[in-house]
């Protein structure tokens, strides 16, 4: 038979990760550990995918489901008595399916889809009872040892706590990656015993159980072995972010997107760039974000769920919060906000700004210190500049209010009333300005000191 089902644990407690977050919940590059699991899993395009989940099993379902997840099974495991148990509680589920059963770790997110569909290929080609991804480490401190026959079979797999000193230097391990024949797998899960140092019921033991009724379990041998990590601490959360990022640029400069320093370069998984866009260092780039061809981004910059249209510029030290859209051409600078605002093509906001709830035309030029002023602690109002507008520095723009095509907004106004096209506005105080009074003034103090 050749359907495929998958598997995926995800119920235990990530203790060492010391977090009120199940650990599964964890982002790297702005995905949660699980979903990156589940993204390599769904390029097998299996018949079925179940998710065993446990420890904040609410929040785990919950936020499968808000980022878009409605094609799992659930199978909740309420105490965690181990991986082979795990395997146990979805029984139900894996009754209604034949075939191949890819069990994988929910905490293993480099995984990818070309490593899993090597060990489906080998399991089916070699009619094993199940095949076991193993990775050969210098330090197999905490993995399951690969105690293999003199044919290379597996004979059993020790957890590091039940191993001898002897089986202690064995280091090639199991990584949590397996396939197994359906149907062995559920003749065997109930011989499972909790006879170890955990007292935990081990899915690793089925491969022993699998032997003695003369199934063959073999390994295949991980090409890359930094892709099976585990994540069970911070430690290692940061690692396989450093790594996972490191691969999100080299994919992007390899589409032809320049990055000047991908060592401090973030750009989460879910970002699409076009060929010839240009990376300054130190920039976040976020969310959806889409950036167009040609357009410059920091350094310094973070560009949370925007678009950027091509040519266009954004930085150094600029913060594109969700919806912004900066049209072809268009720069943002230095200590520039911008949100849910769409920016024309060639307009300018080049320095110390913030535009929130805004339209801005074409061409427009908004100054310095340029604020829309679009919250009253209620509600959000909209702030409109036509196009070929010019904003003068220092600006409060008092939302609602439009800036009519080609219009004038003297430096330091603060706009209340629409502004027609074409029109000049000036909305500040008129100067009180007393000859000499600065001269008189300090003499009259001067004298007042010396009389004292
Ligand atoms: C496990 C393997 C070990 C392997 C290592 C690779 C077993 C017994 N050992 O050890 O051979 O070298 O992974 O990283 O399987 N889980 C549940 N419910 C439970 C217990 C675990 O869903 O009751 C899930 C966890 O969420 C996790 C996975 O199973 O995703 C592995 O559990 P973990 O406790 O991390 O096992 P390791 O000690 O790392
Ligand atoms: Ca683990």
Redesign the pocket.
Known sequence: MSALSVLV????Q?TRMKSALP??LHPICGRPLLEHVLTAVRGLKPEGTAV?V?VGRDQVCATLEKRGWNELAFAV?KE???????VLVARSWLKRRQGTLLVV????PLLTTATLAALVKEHKRSGNAATFLAMDVKDPT???RMILDVDDAVER?V?HKDATPDERRVTL????VACWDLKKLLQVLPKLRPNNAKH?Y???DAAALLRQIGGRVGVLRAQDSGETQ?I?NRVELAQAETVFRQKICERWMREGVTIVDPATTYIEASVELAPDVTVYPGTVIRGKSRIAAFSELGPYSVIDDAIVEEGAKVGPFARLRPGAVIGPHAHVGNFVEIKKTRLGAGAKANHLTYLGDAEVGPRANIGAGTITCNYDGFTKSQTIIEADAFIGSNTNLVAPVRVGHGAIVGAGSTITKDVPADALVVERARPILKEKWAYEFRKKQQTKKRTV
């Not at 644990?9 to 235990?12: D, F, I, S």
């Not at 770790?105 to 293993?108: Q, R």
């Not at 391990?173 to 949590?176: A, C, F, L, Q």
């Open positions: 644990l995800a119920a235990g990530g650990k599964v065993v446990g495991q965690q008595r181990g991986s082979g148990h795990a770790y929910g905490d293993t905490g993995y399951g797999i957890e391990v199991n990584t949590g935990e081990y899915l690793t585990g069970n």
